[in-house]
């Protein structure tokens, strides 16, 4: 087998010590990282590792939270959550929520802990290829988009010309058919640019510290003109959070969902607002809220589906991406997304993140290694 790193975390010593003497029975040449449970040493582990086991029961969070966790900052680690007795309801969940694995710690030993690892293992090689496959149609998506943008600029292109340049009184015949020409063209080019950022929006990017306030404000500047032009108010009242984010992702999130209030205010002018609250320091939630059209609430959750549009096709211009582009870059940040509204009401749309963990200033100082 190669060599892997595998973590443990339970803050019970004496459990830590039995995996370990298994581990060295069955896999001789593992690196061994170990810890009590404290979340901020273990997301500041230096390298990934490729196995995870982790104890159902810890003092601050329980072993599903820890995981999470664990995945979001290593989302191909195999995770395997440990108890001291078997709990068939647990084992369900714990899977539902991504783990490998389950095991019972009274009945671990030297077998069912080789055959955990051996199928981890398996279980990682199949991950390397689905990544690969995944990269290869990345690449088949981009040139495929690059290629049929290039003959709708140039159907553009030459619609400018002949308007340009064939005399008015021959262009005033065939008026409506150039008109439709330059839509249809139009419409082209703001579905591949669509699909370009629902594309971008499943990719696995770096994630960084970034504050919530210059996040928002990065994507309101991209609107600067379109909120100038609608007359729209909008309200900003957020803490200065700090998120482990893809800024360019989330900046992406926060200008689909304002766009979209400015499409659907119907007569009036747009009224916006986008507010957080935090959740003991470990979530926040933020409200993007608007005055417009409302969602009749059978159509909350399917406005989230590719291609979904709830208004009349043609009536307001769009892809019905916007939206699905949203979940997916919430998802990417360990997040959720959902709609509250009903008709002439207005919407609003609610962001569930996780808040960044800042690292110690000497995080290794709490792993036991071996």
């Known amino acids: 087998m190669e060599r892997v790193n595998i973590l443990i975390i339970d803050d019970d010593e004496l459990d830590r010590q039995h995996f370990r003497r298994l581990l060295r029975k ?27 086991f982790i104890d159902y029961r810890l003092p601050l969070l329980n072993g599903i939270e820890m995981m999470e966790e664990v995945l979001r900052k290593w989302p191909c680690a ?6 001291g007795q078997g709990d068939e309801e647990i084992a369900k969940t714990t899977i539902k929520k991504g783990a490998f694995d389950y095991i019972a710690k009274s009945k671990l030993s030297e077998q069912p802990m080789k055959r955990v690892i051996e199928n981890a293992m398996a279980w990682r090689d199949m991950q390397r290829r689905l990544e690969d496959q995944q990269r290869e149609l990345e690449l088949f998506a981009d040139v495929l988009l690059h290629d049929l943008k290039a003959p709708v600029r140039s159907i553009q292109f030459f619609v400018s010309e002949i308007e340009s340049e064939v005399d008015p009184k021959v262009l005033k015949s065939v008026e409506t058919e150039m008109r439709l020409l ?15 950022s629902h594309i971008r929006a499943c990719r696995s990017q770096d994630f960084e510290n970034a504050t919530l306030r210059a996040v928002i404000d990065q994507s309101l500047l991209s609107l600067d003109r379109d ?13 200065d959070q700090i998120l482990l984010c893809s800024p360019p992702q989330l900046a992406q999130l926060f200008q689909n969902l304002v766009n979209n209030a400015l499409k659907y205010c119907g007569e009036k002018r747009p009224i916006i607002t986008i507010s957080g609250k935090n959740f003991d320091n470990s979530r926040i939630e933020i409200i993007i809220a608007d005055n417009g059209i409302g969602i009749s609430p059978e159509y909350v959750e399917r406005v989230f589906e590719p291609f979904k549009r709830i208004s009349p096709r043609g009536e307001i211009s769009g892809t019905g991406l916007g939206l699905a582009t949203c979940r997916k870059i919430a998802e990417r940040h360990g997040g959720h997304i959902w709609c509250e509204s009903e008709l002439g009401t207005g ?6 993140l996780p808040c960044a963990i800042c690292p110690k200033s000497n995080p290794q100082q709490d792993f036991a290694v071996s």
């Open 182 to 196: 330059r839509r249809s063209a139009r419409q082209i080019a703001l579905l591949l640019d669509s699909l370009g």
């Open 26 to 52: 069955v896999f001789s040449t593992a690196r061994i990282f170990e810890s009590s449970g404290d979340l901020e040493t273990i997301l500041s582990l230096s390298v990934e590792p490729q196995i995870a």
């Open 347 to 352: 919407s609003r749309f609610v962001l569930s």
């Open 78 to 83: 195999a995770c395997i959550i440990a108890t």
């Open 227 to 239: 909120l100038a032009e609608a007359e729209a108010k909008i309200t900003v009242d957020v803490q």
